[in-house]
């Protein structure tokens, strides 16, 4: 074990934090993480997407929030992508079924888009992490 961050790298404590109970004090730092490494797994089709709205905050996506974003994932439903619709591009749940293809809101004020074979609809990736900054 190293005592100094690598490049890109912080420290990783081996102990998690409780999000319940308290828990003792950590203990050792287990190692670095480099965030690169964690939130990438195919650098060259993955970009990042600043999120605007309200129609996600009940996945805990929220106006401002950072979407990384993976286009070589295929979308299957459940997934949340980006996508475009008449040149607007929007976040939301993808649902494939029987009946057709619907985007779905996170937000009880918003309704789904059903898309058709006409609508020009376009895949742009698959939402893997959202990034987030907490409120000081």
Known sequence: MQDTPQPGGIPLFAEGVAAGFPSPAMGDVHGTLDLNELCISHPAATYFVRARGESMIGVGISDGDILVVDRSIPARSGHIIIAALDGQ???KRFEKSPSGIRLLPENPAFHPISITPNSGAE???V???IIKKVPL
Do not use: I, L, N, P
Request: glycine share 12%.
């Open 123 to 125: 895949f742009f990736g």
């Open 127 to 129: 939402v893997t992490y």
């Open 89 to 91: 591009f929007t976040v």
